[in-house]
Structure formats: C-alpha cells, structure tokens
Nanobody, 129 residues
Framework: LMSAAGVWGGLVQAGGSRKLSCVAS????????LGWYRQAPGKEREAISC????????YYADSVEGRFVISSDNAKNTVYLQMNDLQPEDTAIYFC??????????????????????WGQGTLVTVSS
C-alpha cells in the first residue's frame, strides 16, 4: 500500500518549490519501481517520473526534466518528488505509485515494464501565476 505523507501539495506561487512524499507499507523497495503521476484538469493522467531504487535508474518526462527530482529512502520506505520552478501548467493532482516488474530482470522503471498497481491518494498542487 502507498500513502501520501509529508508535505501536501497546496497552493504555490510560480517559481516556487514543493516536496511531495509517499510512504509504502507491506513491501520492500528492492522488488519494486516507484513512480509519480499527475492529472491536470481535463487531461489524461501523465507519468512524470519514476525510479528503480535497486538500480538507481530514474526517468523524467520532458515536461519536468531539469526541474523535478525523484528520490527514495529505502530505510524509510519513502519516495520523494522535489518540485522546483513550479509553473501554472504544473497544476494537477499528483499521485505516487508502486509497481512490480512485469518481466523478469526488468530494471528500468518504465510503465511498459512494471505493473503500477499500488497507488497512493492524490494530492492537489495548484500553481498561481
């Protein structure tokens, strides 16, 4: 199970920062990939970042590359998303998710390779201009 923890999204001014966190329970990060998704009003859910903690592999969508940083603390079973230089187009509900590998030996956390079936509750981040 994933549950949102730490600082909630809330309202942020453009150019500001927020750090989201999710705590996992009932499984080890060693066997899972972790991802962050977001869904803006009227848009489909978007995968924005993921990490394979056992491999140290990370992925960022073009929309957040260079501004967002994903990390994990395996001892705390927590995954983080540091969001910097937030812009109004980043306004969305943000979700964390954990996924088991679909294929044996998968190491890159792409959604094609991992079954992201455990989701945390979303948190709304609103960025004002």
């Amino acid at each position: 199970l994933m549950s949102a923890a730490g600082v909630w999204g809330g309202l942020v001014q453009a150019g500001g920062s927020r750090k989201l966190s999710c705590v996992a329970s009932g499984f080890s990060f060693d066997d899972y990939a972790l991802g962050w998704y977001r869904q803006a009003p009227g848009k489909e859910r978007e995968a924005i970042s993921c990490i394979t903690p056992s491999e140290g592999f990370t992925y960022y969508a073009d929309s957040v590359e260079g501004r967002f940083v994903i990390s994990s603390d395996n001892a705390k079973n927590t995954v983080y998303l540091q969001m910097n230089d937030l812009q109004p187009e980043d306004t969305a509900i943000y979700f964390c998710a954990a996924g088991r590998p679909i294929y044996r030996g998968a190491t890159r956390c792409y959604s094609e390779l991992y079954d992201y079936s455990s989701w945390g509750q979303g948190t709304l981040v609103t960025v004002s201009s």
